[in-house]
Protein backbone atom coordinates (compact mmCIF):
# COMPACT_ATOMS: atom_id res chain seq x y z
CA UNK A 1 0.00 0.00 0.00
CA UNK A 2 1.37 3.35 -0.79
CA UNK A 3 2.03 6.17 1.80
CA UNK A 4 -0.48 8.36 2.93
CA UNK A 5 0.27 11.28 1.23
CA UNK A 6 2.76 11.92 -1.95
CA UNK A 7 5.46 14.63 0.26
CA UNK A 8 5.78 11.49 3.65
CA UNK A 9 7.31 8.96 1.36
CA UNK A 10 10.06 11.05 -0.13
CA UNK A 11 11.73 13.20 2.82
CA UNK A 12 15.27 13.07 3.11
CA UNK A 13 17.48 10.41 4.62
CA UNK A 14 17.98 13.15 7.60
CA UNK A 15 13.83 12.54 8.26
CA UNK A 16 12.50 9.25 7.23
CA UNK A 17 8.94 8.77 6.53
CA UNK A 18 6.94 5.69 7.78
CA UNK A 19 6.14 3.19 5.14
CA UNK A 20 2.38 1.97 6.12
CA UNK A 21 0.82 -0.84 5.63
CA UNK A 22 -2.45 -0.76 7.41
CA UNK A 23 -4.50 2.30 8.03
CA UNK A 24 -3.23 1.67 11.81
CA UNK A 25 0.19 1.84 10.75
CA UNK A 26 -0.55 6.05 9.64
CA UNK A 27 -1.38 6.70 13.67
CA UNK A 28 0.49 4.40 16.09
CA UNK A 29 -0.81 4.11 19.47
CA UNK A 30 0.04 7.60 21.24
CA UNK A 31 2.92 6.87 23.50
CA UNK A 32 3.71 3.57 22.35
CA UNK A 33 7.03 3.97 20.87
CA UNK A 34 8.55 5.78 24.52
CA UNK A 35 6.60 2.91 26.63
CA UNK A 36 8.13 3.02 29.85
CA UNK A 37 8.99 -0.82 30.07
CA UNK A 38 11.20 -0.50 26.43
CA UNK A 39 14.47 -1.15 26.49
CA UNK A 40 16.82 1.71 27.32
CA UNK A 41 20.43 2.03 27.59
CA UNK A 42 20.73 1.52 31.48
CA UNK A 43 18.27 0.07 31.56
CA UNK A 44 17.03 -3.17 32.66
CA UNK A 45 17.29 -6.13 30.32
CA UNK A 46 19.17 -3.84 27.66
CA UNK A 47 22.74 -5.18 28.98
CA UNK A 48 21.35 -8.72 28.36
CA UNK A 49 19.91 -8.18 25.27
CA UNK A 50 23.03 -6.16 23.66
CA UNK A 51 25.61 -9.01 24.50
CA UNK A 52 22.83 -11.77 23.02
CA UNK A 53 22.49 -10.06 19.93
CA UNK A 54 26.15 -9.01 19.36
CA UNK A 55 26.97 -12.94 19.98
CA UNK A 56 24.50 -13.72 17.70
CA UNK A 57 25.89 -11.24 15.59
CA UNK A 58 29.34 -13.01 16.03
CA UNK A 59 27.97 -16.51 15.24
CA UNK A 60 26.13 -15.70 11.72
CA UNK A 61 28.90 -13.54 10.30
CA UNK A 62 31.19 -16.33 11.27
CA UNK A 63 29.53 -19.34 9.67
CA UNK A 64 28.43 -16.72 6.40
CA UNK A 65 31.92 -16.49 5.59
CA UNK A 66 33.82 -18.88 7.02
CA UNK A 67 35.00 -19.59 3.35
CA UNK A 68 36.14 -16.21 2.74
CA UNK A 69 39.54 -16.19 4.14
CA UNK A 70 40.01 -19.57 2.91
CA UNK A 71 39.45 -19.67 -0.87
CA UNK A 72 43.37 -20.07 -1.96
CA UNK A 73 43.44 -23.32 -0.08
CA UNK A 74 40.05 -24.02 -1.48
CA UNK A 75 40.74 -23.59 -4.79
CA UNK A 76 43.88 -25.52 -4.17
CA UNK A 77 42.22 -28.68 -2.89
CA UNK A 78 39.48 -28.51 -5.45
CA UNK A 79 41.54 -27.47 -8.69
CA UNK A 80 39.00 -24.44 -9.07
CA UNK A 81 39.30 -21.44 -10.01
CA UNK A 82 38.76 -18.00 -8.17
CA UNK A 83 35.65 -17.87 -9.44
CA UNK A 84 34.42 -21.38 -9.14
CA UNK A 85 35.66 -21.22 -5.42
CA UNK A 86 33.38 -17.57 -5.11
CA UNK A 87 30.69 -20.13 -5.11
CA UNK A 88 31.48 -21.58 -1.24
CA UNK A 89 30.74 -17.59 -0.34
CA UNK A 90 28.26 -15.95 -2.98
CA UNK A 91 25.70 -19.61 -2.39
CA UNK A 92 25.42 -19.12 1.34
CA UNK A 93 24.75 -15.15 1.06
CA UNK A 94 22.54 -15.42 -2.09
CA UNK A 95 20.25 -18.28 -0.23
CA UNK A 96 20.32 -15.71 2.77
CA UNK A 97 19.14 -13.39 0.55
CA UNK A 98 16.23 -15.64 -1.12
CA UNK A 99 14.93 -16.59 2.25
CA UNK A 100 15.34 -13.71 4.50
CA UNK A 101 11.34 -12.72 2.95
CA UNK A 102 9.77 -15.73 3.92
CA UNK A 103 11.31 -16.66 7.16
CA UNK A 104 10.77 -12.99 8.30
CA UNK A 105 7.27 -13.68 7.73
CA UNK A 106 7.27 -16.76 10.02
CA UNK A 107 8.65 -14.96 12.57
CA UNK A 108 5.37 -12.44 12.72
CA UNK A 109 3.25 -15.46 13.28
CA UNK A 110 5.80 -17.62 15.88
CA UNK A 111 7.81 -14.97 16.89
CA UNK A 112 11.26 -13.14 16.70
CA UNK A 113 13.40 -14.79 19.83
CA UNK A 114 11.65 -17.75 18.49
CA UNK A 115 12.96 -17.72 14.56
CA UNK A 116 16.54 -16.35 15.86
CA UNK A 117 16.98 -19.36 18.16
CA UNK A 118 15.43 -21.92 14.98
CA UNK A 119 17.92 -20.38 12.42
CA UNK A 120 20.67 -20.13 14.61
CA UNK A 121 20.50 -23.50 15.93
CA UNK A 122 19.73 -25.17 12.20
CA UNK A 123 23.02 -22.90 10.73
CA UNK A 124 25.19 -24.33 13.63
CA UNK A 125 24.56 -28.29 13.14
CA UNK A 126 25.13 -27.59 9.00
CA UNK A 127 28.25 -25.70 10.50
CA UNK A 128 29.45 -28.88 11.92
CA UNK A 129 28.81 -30.83 8.99
CA UNK A 130 30.03 -28.63 6.17
CA UNK A 131 34.17 -29.85 7.16
CA UNK A 132 32.89 -32.68 5.84
CA UNK A 133 31.91 -31.62 1.92
CA UNK A 134 33.60 -34.54 -0.15
CA UNK A 135 33.85 -32.02 -3.14
CA UNK A 136 33.14 -28.62 -4.12
CA UNK A 137 29.64 -29.18 -5.22
CA UNK A 138 29.22 -30.69 -2.04
CA UNK A 139 30.83 -27.59 -0.40
CA UNK A 140 28.74 -25.00 -2.31
CA UNK A 141 25.39 -27.10 -1.74
CA UNK A 142 26.02 -27.44 2.41
CA UNK A 143 26.75 -23.61 2.69
CA UNK A 144 23.65 -23.07 0.33
CA UNK A 145 21.41 -24.69 2.98
CA UNK A 146 23.63 -23.05 5.40
CA UNK A 147 22.54 -19.93 4.14
CA UNK A 148 19.42 -20.30 4.05
CA UNK A 149 18.88 -21.30 7.52
CA UNK A 150 20.95 -18.53 8.92
CA UNK A 151 18.28 -16.25 6.71
CA UNK A 152 15.63 -16.01 9.78
CA UNK A 153 18.18 -14.15 12.26
CA UNK A 154 19.05 -10.68 10.45
CA UNK A 155 15.75 -9.46 9.85
CA UNK A 156 13.94 -10.89 12.86
CA UNK A 157 16.90 -9.14 14.94
CA UNK A 158 16.29 -5.89 13.61
CA UNK A 159 12.39 -6.34 13.81
CA UNK A 160 13.09 -7.00 17.49
CA UNK A 161 15.13 -4.44 18.02
CA UNK A 162 12.60 -1.71 16.66
CA UNK A 163 9.84 -3.41 18.50
CA UNK A 164 11.52 -3.80 22.34
CA UNK A 165 14.14 -0.68 22.37
CA UNK A 166 12.74 3.27 22.81
CA UNK A 167 13.59 5.12 19.36
CA UNK A 168 15.79 7.28 20.27
CA UNK A 169 18.30 4.11 21.59
CA UNK A 170 17.12 2.15 18.39
CA UNK A 171 20.32 3.35 15.76
CA UNK A 172 22.92 2.58 18.96
CA UNK A 173 21.41 -0.94 19.41
CA UNK A 174 21.07 -1.86 15.81
CA UNK A 175 24.98 -0.37 15.72
CA UNK A 176 26.25 -2.73 18.03
CA UNK A 177 24.42 -6.13 16.84
CA UNK A 178 26.45 -4.84 13.31
CA UNK A 179 29.72 -4.44 15.76
CA UNK A 180 28.64 -8.19 16.45
CA UNK A 181 28.97 -9.12 12.83
CA UNK A 182 31.67 -7.17 12.31
CA UNK A 183 33.71 -9.12 14.95
CA UNK A 184 31.93 -12.47 14.06
CA UNK A 185 33.58 -11.47 10.65
CA UNK A 186 36.96 -10.79 12.17
CA UNK A 187 37.42 -13.66 14.24
CA UNK A 188 36.15 -16.23 12.05
CA UNK A 189 38.41 -15.51 9.25
CA UNK A 190 41.61 -14.77 11.88
CA UNK A 191 40.97 -18.10 13.47
CA UNK A 192 40.51 -19.84 9.63
CA UNK A 193 43.46 -18.48 8.38
CA UNK A 194 45.88 -19.84 11.03
CA UNK A 195 43.72 -23.00 11.91
CA UNK A 196 43.97 -23.85 8.05
CA UNK A 197 48.17 -23.07 7.73
CA UNK A 198 48.40 -25.29 10.73
CA UNK A 199 45.81 -28.13 9.92
CA UNK A 200 44.53 -26.88 6.71
CA UNK A 201 41.20 -25.41 5.36
CA UNK A 202 38.83 -28.28 6.91
CA UNK A 203 39.92 -27.99 10.16
CA UNK A 204 39.42 -24.67 9.86
CA UNK A 205 35.36 -25.01 8.98
CA UNK A 206 35.72 -27.31 12.25
CA UNK A 207 36.69 -24.41 14.68
CA UNK A 208 34.45 -22.24 13.28
CA UNK A 209 31.19 -24.30 13.91
CA UNK A 210 33.00 -24.99 17.51
CA UNK A 211 32.61 -21.15 17.60
CA UNK A 212 29.48 -21.14 16.61
CA UNK A 213 28.14 -23.59 19.18
CA UNK A 214 29.32 -20.91 22.08
CA UNK A 215 27.67 -18.05 20.25
CA UNK A 216 24.34 -19.94 19.98
CA UNK A 217 24.96 -21.03 23.67
CA UNK A 218 24.79 -17.34 24.92
CA UNK A 219 22.13 -16.13 22.94
CA UNK A 220 19.56 -18.73 24.07
CA UNK A 221 19.90 -18.08 27.54
CA UNK A 222 20.71 -14.12 27.22
CA UNK A 223 18.60 -12.69 25.05
CA UNK A 224 15.15 -11.08 26.91
CA UNK A 225 11.80 -12.53 26.07
CA UNK A 226 9.74 -10.45 23.69
CA UNK A 227 7.32 -7.82 25.73
CA UNK A 228 5.54 -5.88 22.68
CA UNK A 229 5.35 -8.39 20.26
CA UNK A 230 1.90 -9.15 18.87
CA UNK A 231 1.56 -12.41 16.41
CA UNK A 232 0.06 -12.10 13.26
CA UNK A 233 -1.90 -15.41 11.12
CA UNK A 234 0.36 -16.28 8.07
CA UNK A 235 -1.71 -14.60 5.34
CA UNK A 236 0.05 -14.55 1.75
CA UNK A 237 -1.90 -11.99 0.42
CA UNK A 238 -1.47 -9.49 3.48
CA UNK A 239 2.03 -10.29 3.59
CA UNK A 240 2.21 -9.47 -0.45
CA UNK A 241 0.59 -6.52 0.23
CA UNK A 242 2.98 -5.28 3.21
CA UNK A 243 6.02 -6.04 0.54
CA UNK A 244 4.37 -3.87 -1.95
CA UNK A 245 3.57 -1.32 0.30
CA UNK A 246 7.46 -1.06 1.60
CA UNK A 247 8.58 -1.51 -2.12
CA UNK A 248 6.10 1.49 -3.12
CA UNK A 249 8.10 4.18 -0.84
CA UNK A 250 10.95 5.77 -2.79
CA UNK A 251 13.03 6.18 0.70
CA UNK A 252 13.21 2.22 1.35
CA UNK A 253 13.45 1.64 -2.23
CA UNK A 254 16.87 3.80 -2.01
CA UNK A 255 17.70 2.34 1.32
CA UNK A 256 17.64 -1.51 -0.10
CA UNK A 257 19.92 -0.16 -2.96
CA UNK A 258 21.86 1.40 -1.01
CA UNK A 259 22.78 -1.85 1.47
CA UNK A 260 22.84 -3.72 -2.08
CA UNK A 261 25.75 -1.15 -3.64
CA UNK A 262 27.77 -0.95 -0.39
CA UNK A 263 28.00 -4.87 -0.15
CA UNK A 264 28.75 -5.34 -3.56
CA UNK A 265 32.03 -3.22 -2.74
CA UNK A 266 32.52 -5.41 0.83
CA UNK A 267 31.74 -8.92 -0.92
CA UNK A 268 34.60 -8.02 -3.97
CA UNK A 269 36.81 -6.66 -1.72
CA UNK A 270 37.02 -9.43 0.55
CA UNK A 271 36.17 -12.42 -1.56
CA UNK A 272 39.18 -11.30 -3.97
CA UNK A 273 42.31 -9.72 -1.29
CA UNK A 274 43.03 -13.20 0.15
CA UNK A 275 44.09 -14.34 -3.59
CA UNK A 276 46.06 -10.76 -3.73
CA UNK A 277 47.99 -11.24 -0.85
CA UNK A 278 49.29 -15.32 -1.28
CA UNK A 279 50.23 -13.55 -4.65
CA UNK A 280 53.48 -11.50 -6.24
CA UNK A 281 54.73 -9.10 -4.96
CA UNK A 282 53.30 -9.98 -1.21
CA UNK A 283 53.32 -13.47 -1.01
CA UNK A 284 52.07 -13.86 2.16
CA UNK A 285 51.62 -17.05 4.27
CA UNK A 286 47.74 -18.27 5.03
CA UNK A 287 47.67 -17.16 8.73
CA UNK A 288 49.28 -13.61 8.09
CA UNK A 289 46.30 -13.43 5.26
CA UNK A 290 43.39 -14.39 8.03
CA UNK A 291 45.40 -11.67 10.51
CA UNK A 292 44.66 -9.09 8.04
CA UNK A 293 40.67 -9.17 8.90
CA UNK A 294 41.96 -7.37 12.09
CA UNK A 295 40.98 -4.64 10.49
CA UNK A 296 37.05 -5.52 11.33
CA UNK A 297 37.64 -3.96 14.55
CA UNK A 298 37.76 -0.60 12.32
CA UNK A 299 34.05 -1.73 11.52
CA UNK A 300 33.48 -2.24 15.02
CA UNK A 301 34.10 1.16 15.84
CA UNK A 302 32.09 2.11 13.12
CA UNK A 303 29.58 0.76 13.28
CA UNK A 304 29.09 1.35 16.81
CA UNK A 305 29.55 5.19 16.19
CA UNK A 306 27.02 5.55 13.38
CA UNK A 307 24.44 7.05 16.26
CA UNK A 308 27.09 9.57 17.05
CA UNK A 309 27.78 10.43 13.55
CA UNK A 310 24.02 10.54 12.73
CA UNK A 311 23.23 13.10 16.13
CA UNK A 312 26.28 14.93 14.00
CA UNK A 313 25.74 15.32 10.33
CA UNK A 314 22.39 13.85 9.58
CA UNK A 315 22.02 10.76 8.41
CA UNK A 316 22.40 12.16 4.81
CA UNK A 317 25.46 13.98 5.97
CA UNK A 318 26.33 10.19 7.13
CA UNK A 319 26.40 8.72 4.46
CA UNK A 320 28.21 10.98 2.53
CA UNK A 321 31.35 10.21 5.12
CA UNK A 322 30.96 6.84 4.63
CA UNK A 323 31.01 7.33 0.85
CA UNK A 324 34.05 8.89 0.78
CA UNK A 325 35.64 6.78 3.26
CA UNK A 326 34.75 3.94 1.25
CA UNK A 327 36.34 5.63 -1.99
CA UNK A 328 39.61 6.82 -0.42
CA UNK A 329 40.28 2.76 0.64
CA UNK A 330 39.66 1.38 -2.83
CA UNK A 331 41.65 3.64 -4.53
CA UNK A 332 44.28 3.76 -1.94
CA UNK A 333 44.48 -0.02 -2.03
CA UNK A 334 45.48 0.35 -5.30
CA UNK A 335 49.24 0.64 -4.71
CA UNK A 336 51.26 -2.47 -4.65
CA UNK A 337 52.61 -1.69 -0.83
CA UNK A 338 51.28 -3.82 1.91
CA UNK A 339 51.10 -0.76 4.32
CA UNK A 340 49.05 1.18 1.86
CA UNK A 341 46.75 -1.69 1.21
CA UNK A 342 45.98 -2.29 4.56
CA UNK A 343 45.25 1.27 5.00
CA UNK A 344 43.17 1.06 2.21
CA UNK A 345 41.14 -1.98 3.97
CA UNK A 346 40.51 -0.16 6.82
CA UNK A 347 38.91 2.86 5.25
CA UNK A 348 36.86 0.27 3.45
CA UNK A 349 35.81 -1.41 6.26
CA UNK A 350 35.20 1.77 8.40
CA UNK A 351 33.13 3.36 5.71
CA UNK A 352 31.20 0.09 4.89
CA UNK A 353 29.83 -0.65 8.25
CA UNK A 354 29.30 3.13 8.91
CA UNK A 355 26.84 2.79 5.85
CA UNK A 356 25.00 -0.17 6.40
CA UNK A 357 24.27 0.85 9.86
CA UNK A 358 22.88 4.15 8.91
CA UNK A 359 20.80 2.35 6.00
CA UNK A 360 19.66 -0.90 8.27
CA UNK A 361 18.81 1.86 11.07
CA UNK A 362 16.78 4.02 8.50
CA UNK A 363 14.91 1.21 7.43
CA UNK A 364 13.80 0.39 11.08
CA UNK A 365 12.89 3.69 11.67
CA UNK A 366 11.10 4.43 8.54
CA UNK A 367 8.43 1.36 8.57
CA UNK A 368 5.92 1.38 12.01
CA UNK A 369 4.63 -1.28 10.06
CA UNK A 370 5.74 -5.02 9.02
CA UNK A 371 8.85 -4.24 10.16
CA UNK A 372 10.19 -7.81 9.69
CA UNK A 373 9.11 -7.51 6.09
CA UNK A 374 11.04 -4.21 6.11
CA UNK A 375 14.00 -5.53 7.36
CA UNK A 376 13.79 -8.65 5.05
CA UNK A 377 13.30 -6.85 2.09
CA UNK A 378 16.85 -4.44 3.10
CA UNK A 379 18.61 -7.84 3.73
CA UNK A 380 17.40 -9.70 0.81
CA UNK A 381 19.34 -6.61 -1.40
CA UNK A 382 22.37 -6.23 1.12
CA UNK A 383 23.23 -9.92 0.86
CA UNK A 384 22.68 -10.64 -2.99
CA UNK A 385 24.70 -7.39 -2.80
CA UNK A 386 27.60 -9.51 -1.38
CA UNK A 387 26.22 -12.54 -3.39
CA UNK A 388 27.18 -10.76 -6.76
CA UNK A 389 30.06 -9.24 -5.21
CA UNK A 390 31.57 -11.70 -4.18
CA UNK A 391 31.30 -13.12 -7.46
CA UNK A 392 31.66 -10.27 -9.96
CA UNK A 393 34.57 -9.25 -7.77
CA UNK A 394 36.62 -12.69 -8.38
CA UNK A 395 35.60 -12.12 -12.58
CA UNK A 396 36.84 -8.99 -12.09
CA UNK A 397 40.26 -9.79 -10.52
CA UNK A 398 40.77 -12.70 -13.16
CA UNK A 399 39.92 -10.35 -15.79
CA UNK A 400 42.00 -7.30 -15.06
CA UNK A 401 43.88 -7.94 -11.52
CA UNK A 402 43.00 -6.39 -8.43
CA UNK A 403 42.67 -3.31 -10.44
CA UNK A 404 39.65 -4.86 -11.53
CA UNK A 405 38.08 -5.52 -8.54
CA UNK A 406 38.85 -1.67 -7.70
CA UNK A 407 36.84 -0.73 -10.69
CA UNK A 408 33.79 -2.61 -10.01
CA UNK A 409 34.17 -1.15 -6.58
CA UNK A 410 34.05 2.42 -7.36
CA UNK A 411 31.12 2.09 -9.72
CA UNK A 412 29.39 0.60 -6.87
CA UNK A 413 30.28 3.38 -4.56
CA UNK A 414 29.12 5.88 -7.26
CA UNK A 415 25.90 4.26 -7.37
CA UNK A 416 25.58 4.82 -3.65
CA UNK A 417 26.55 8.35 -3.70
CA UNK A 418 24.15 9.04 -7.17
CA UNK A 419 21.10 7.70 -5.28
CA UNK A 420 22.05 9.73 -1.80
CA UNK A 421 22.40 13.18 -4.28
CA UNK A 422 19.49 12.75 -6.35
CA UNK A 423 17.39 10.91 -3.93
CA UNK A 424 17.67 14.19 -1.39
CA UNK A 425 16.75 16.24 -4.52
CA UNK A 426 13.88 14.68 -5.40
CA UNK A 427 12.55 15.17 -2.27
CA UNK A 428 13.03 18.45 -1.63
CA UNK A 429 11.50 18.88 -4.95
CA UNK A 430 8.54 16.72 -3.51
CA UNK A 431 8.25 18.54 -0.13
CA UNK A 432 7.62 21.90 -2.28
CA UNK A 433 5.01 20.74 -4.36
CA UNK A 434 3.10 19.64 -1.34
CA UNK A 435 3.23 23.16 0.45
Known sequence: MPPASTGASTIALDAAAPSPSSPAAVSPAPGSPAAPDRLTPGGPGYRRMSFALFSAGIATFALLYSTQALLPSVSASFGATAGQASWTVS??????ALCVLPLSALSERFGRRQMMTASLSVAVVIGLLVPFAPSLGWLIALRAVQGAALAGLPASAMAYLAEEVRPKALVAAIGLFVAGNSIGGMSGRILAGWVAQLWGWRVALGAIGLLAVVCAVVFHFMIPKARHFSPASL?????AKTVTGHLANPLLRRLYAIGALFMTVFGAVYTVIGYRLVDEPFNLPQGIVGSIFLVYLVGTVSSAAAGRLVARLGRRGALYLAVSTTAAGLLLS??????????????????FFAGHAVASSSVSRTATSGRAQASALYQSAYYLGSSAGGTLGAVAFHAGGWAGTVVLGVLAILGVLSITVFGSRAARTERLRAA
Not at 334 to 351: K, Y
Open 91 to 96: AATGAL
Open 235 to 239: NPKAL
Open 334 to 351: LADQLTAVLAGLVLITAG
